[in-house]
């Protein structure tokens, strides 16, 4: 049985996925400050998703990240989450893509959920 969190889909296979931007809550459009701005209000967003769902960032074991200028951002965006993540960096894979609404970012995000 499925059911969802603000933000996230939980399986019955206990995992959690996300898919978050760099959009605030009530707003239209990103946060300013490039792709690195972006980076940060979307991984404080995932900092909400994880807290609604009882676990911290060590639980995530995949990320997918998404950038309209995937060369030109990724230094700025690895930093970012590099920091965040600190020594436990999961799987990430990186695609160049056409983003809506003036995003230069967005992430999902899988986390595995221990047993209820």
Known sequence: MDFRIDGAVITSGR?????????????????AGGSAAEMR????????????????RTAIA??????????????????????YFGEHRPIRRAYGVDLQAGMLVEAAFVAELPDA
Do not use: M
């Open 62 to 83: 995949s990320a997918r990240l998404y950038l309209e200028h995937v060369n030109r951002d990724i230094a700025e965006v690895n930093a970012v989450y590099y920091e």
């Open 41 to 56: 209000e979307i991984l404080k967003q995932l900092d909400e998703v994880l807290a609604a769902a009882g676990v911290g």
């Open 15 to 31: 995992l959690l996925e996300t898919v978050l931007v760099g959009i605030p809550d009530g707003e239209k459009t990103p946060v």
